[in-house]
C-alpha cells in the first residue's frame, strides 16, 4: 500500500533511497575497501576444539614465512587486551567469566581466537597461520541447556562453580499487576503445556565484519563494520583504557547487522591493539565461515509455558520458564535478550495472572547476543503458538480465542501484566483487513475440503497477531533493568551557507535507509528540498554523541532528536528574519522553509537567513552567528508497532515438504515516513521469521563443532523459496511521539515464524501432530505425521481431538 | 578465504591440457568451470600445487550429433546444456536435470563434465548419466579410451579416471521421443539434492515399453534402479501400477544420514520420488 502524500509534502512518500546506488554497486566505502598507506593484514588462528587447555602454542615457524611482521598469542596480550564487555548484568550475583579477546590458557568454543598474524599481504598472513602449532587438552564439552544445569554437570567455567549465569524472574502478584499464576493455574478449567525449542540462529549479515585500524594519528581511527561506533568508542577506552578522546570510531557503509553487529567483537580489540603495537594501519576482515562459526549466534532457548483458561476461551494466566544458552562468554548485552522477552509473552492480551522465569547458561557454544527483534520473537512465537494450542484444546476458531482476550481499540492506553503501558493499537482493524486480504472463510473451507478427500497435499492457516516493544528505550526504563547505558539519542542540523543542510544522526545506518528517511522528514520540517540534504552519520567525530541502530529504535528516537533540532534551527533563525523583514519575530509565520510576515507578502527564506548568518554584517544584537543546533531526544516509552498475519502453508503429508501458498501481513507501523522502505523491512523481516521457521538452525555434533560452517549448510533462504508476499497497513499513530510513527525494523521477524509453524500444525494437526520443532524440515514434518499416525494414544487422542480448530466435517466448532 | 598458493596454466588443447597434466604429477587439479574446486581451495581443504584450467579448451565445449549418439564437450556449461536443442531432442533427462542444478550463477560457469567428475553424490548429472548408459571419453598420456557410466563413478567424490586422464566426451545414446522428468528434492532452491530421481520411459499406447531409472544421492554413487525399471515394463502408465514399481527404488541403495535426512526418510523419499517422477515423465 503507498500512502498518497500532499503535493511537496515528503513524509508519506515512496522514494527511492538515496544511499542504493552506492550500496547495490558496492562502489562505496565498505570498510575492506579501504586501504591505507602502509596498511598490513591481519589473520586469527581459531580453535578447532569446543572446550580444551592450551597445553603450548608454538608460534615459531609461521615468525619465519613471508611477509610476516608478527605473531602474537593470547599470552603476548594476556595483560592489555582486558575483558569484553557485558553492559548488561541482570542480576547482582549474576557469574560473568572473564571473556579475553584472544584466549590465554583454555578455550571455550569452537572458533575462539587462539593466535593472531599480521603480515604485508592477506595471503601471506593466511599462509602464516599454518605455521602456528597449538596444543590442546580436551575438556568436556557443555551442549545441552538442560544437562549443563543438572547436577554434577561438567563446567564450562569451573572458577564459577555452575552453568548458570544468572535467573531473573518477573510475578505479576509480586508486582502487584495482576494475581499469582498458579493459584490461577490450579483453579483453571483449561490448561495448555508446550515446551518450545528456539533453535539457535546465525545472524548471516551480507557484508562479512571487518576492521581497519590506523594508529599514525594523534587519535587512533578505527573503521569497523559496526551498528554501534559510539558505543565501540566508549566501550575501547573502557576495556583496554586508552583515554576516550584519543579514539575515533568510523562505521562507513556496513553491509547488514540484524544485531550481529550490535557487538564489541575480539577481532576489533585485537586489530586495535596490535595496529598500536606496529605503528602501522592493520585490516582484519573476517571470511564467510569465520563468521558463521565465531560471530554471535542468536535465540536459542528452551520455553516451557503454561496457560490456563476458561473454557469459554477466557486466559487466565500465563506461566514462562526458560533456559537461555549463553553460549561461552556473556557479550556485550547477551544477558539481557531473552529478558526482553519477558514484557511480550503477554503480547496483546489481557492476562490477569503472570510469571516469567528465566535462566541464562553458559555452554561450550558460540556467544549468543541480540538477532533481529532480541528476546521479542521468541516470546511472540510461545506466545502465538500456545494461542492455537488453546484454540485447538477448546475447539475454537483461533482468531476468536485470540479476539476475546485481546485489548480493545478503546481500551488504549493500556497497561499490561507486565507492566508496560501500550500507548494506542487497533488489533481489530488489522485483523480484519487481513482477513479480507486472505480470504480466510474461502482458505478453512478449502482446508476442509482436502480433509474430506484426504489430500496428500494439506493446507493449513497459521495466524500471528502480534506486537512488539521497540525504540529502544526510554532511559529510566533501562536504568530499572540495570542496563549499562541511556536510551537516547542525539541530532543536529548544521545550516551551510548556500541553503544546503547536513543532518547529524547518533543512530547508526546499515542498510535502512536513514539517509533517504531523514532528508524527507528534515525536508518538510524546514522546507528545503529532499535533494538539499545530507545526512552524515556513523563517525565519532562528525556525530560526536549516539547511541546508534538497533532495536528499531532510529525512527521513533533518532529521527525525534534530529526534528527537535530543526525546531531549534527555526526558533534560532526567527529573530534574524524578522529583523532582516523589519517586523517582530512575533508577526512571523514559518511554512514550506519561509518566514512570512503575518497578513503580508513579505517574505524570506530559511537560505537567506543561512546566507545572511553566515555574513554575519547584520545581525540583531546579542544573536550568535550561527543558525546550527542539536538536540538530544529521550523517548517516554517504547513503540508498539503491532499486526495480523496469516500464512496459508501446504504441507505434502508424503514427503513431509512445506510450501508457502499465501502470506498476508497487515502491519500497524503507525506513521509512515516512506512506505517504500516500509516495505521493504516487512519484506526483509518476513523471510527471516520465515526462515527460523522454516530453513535456519546452528547445529553443532556432539563435540561441539558447528556442522553449519558454511552457506551451503546454514541454510539462507532466497526470493525463489517464498510465496509472494501480500502486504497492507493500518495506520494508528504512536501517541508518544511527535510523527506518530512506531519501529518496523524487526516486526516481520517477530510476526511471521509464529504465524508459519502454526500453519504447519494447522495442516497436519489431523493426523495427530501438536508441534513440530523448528526448523520444520520435510524429515520433521514428515517424521511428526508418522509419529502422530502411529501412536493412538498421541496427541490425537487429547481433547479436541487433535482436529485442529475443525471438526471432521470442517467447519468450526 | 584466501587459498594456497598454486600455479596456474590454461591450456588451449586437449594434447596441451593432457600434457600439462601429465607434467604436473599428483600435486595437479583440473579446473573445469570450478564451481565445486574454488570453494575447496578458498577453505583450503585442498592445496593443489597447479591448476590446468580447461576454460580455453573451445573444442571441448559444446554438443554434436554423431550418428545415434550425442556428444557433449565436457566444457560445456549447464546453461548452454540447458538450452541446447539437440538435447532437447534426444537426451531430454538430461537437459531436465541439468536445468536444477544450483542456480542461474553456477551453471553460467559450471560444466557438464566437471559436474560428472567431480562426483559428488549429491550432485544432480550423474543419475540421468548412469540411467541413459552414457560413455565417458577419457584422455591421456596413452591416448583415448572409453568408461561406461555404470562403471565410471567409483565412490564419493572418486571416479574411474586414472592419473593423467581427462574426461573429455561424454557420449549420450539418443533417445530420441523418450519422455522424461528429473524429481529433485532439497530445501531451498540452489541446495543440492537430498534425493533425485531421474525418470525416462517409452510409452505406447498407455503401456510403458521401457524404462530408464538411476537415483541421486541414495548412495555413495548414483544407484541405477534396476528394479523399478523391470517392475515399469509391460505395466499401463496408471498411477497405481507406478507407484507399486516404485517401491523397488531401495533395492540396491545404501544411503546415508546427514542433517538434511536420515536413512529410512531417504529410503521413503526415492519411493515417493521416483513414483513422481515416472509418472511425470510419462505426462
Redesign the interface.
Known sequence: MTTAAEPGQEVGKGRLRKEDARLITGRTRWTDNISLPGMLHMAVLRSPMAHARITNIDPSEARQMPGVLAVVTGADLADKQGSLPCAWPIAEDMKSPDAPSMAVNQVNFAGEVVAAVVARS??EA??ALEGIDVDYDELPVVLDLEQAIADGADLVHPDLGTNKSATWIFDSAEAGTGGPVDEAIASAEVTVERTFRQQRLIPAFMEPRSVVVDPTGEQVTMWSATQIPHILRLMLAMTLGVPEHKVRVIAPDVGGGFGGKLQVTPEEVITFLLAQQLGRPVKYTE???ESLASAHHGRDQLQKLTIAARRDGTVTGLKVELLADMGAYLRLVTPGVPILGAFMYNAIYKIPAYHFACTNVFTTKTPTDAYRGAGRPEATFAIERMMDELANELGMDPLDVREMNWIKHEEFPYTTVSTLTYDSGNYEAATARAKELFDYDGLRREQAERRQRGDTVQLGIGISTFTEMCGLAPSRVLGSLSYGAGGWEYGAIRMLPTGKVEVITGSSAHGQGHETAWSQIVADKLGVPFEDIEVLHGDTQSSPRGMDTYGSRSLTVGAMAVLSAADKVIEKAKPIAAHMMECSPDDLEFANGTFTVRGTDTSTGIADVALAVFAAHDLPDGVEPSLDSDATFDPENFSFPHGTHLCAAEADT??G?VRLRAYVAVDDVGKVVNPLIVEGQVHGGLVQGIAQA??EEA?YDESGTL??G?L??Y????A??MPSFTTDRTETPSTTNALGVKGVGEAGTIASTPAVVNAIVDAIRHMGVNDVEMPC???RV??AIQGGAQSAAGPGAEPGGGMGSLDAEGGAR | MIPAEFDYVAPTTVDDAVRALADAGDEAKILAGGQSLIPVLRMRLAAPTKLIDLGKVTELQGVREDGGALVIGAMTTHYDVVRDPLIAEHAKLIGMATSTVADPQVRHRGTFGGSLAHADPAGDLAAPALALDVEMVVHGMDGRRTIPASEFFVDYFTTALRPGELLTEVRVPKYTGWHAHYEKFNRVAQAWSIVGVAAAVQVEGHTITQARVGLTNMSSVPVRASGVERALVGQEATPEAIKAAAQHAVEGTMPVADGNADAAYREHLAKVLTSRAVTAACG
Not at chain 1, 715 to 718: G, I, K, N
Open positions: 592477506a595471503a593466511a599462509d571470511t564467510r565461515s508424503e514427503t515438504q522454516l530453513f547445529v556442522m553449519t558454511t551451503a549448510d541454510l539462507v533462504p532466497s525463489a523459496d524440515t520435510p524429515m514428515w517424521q
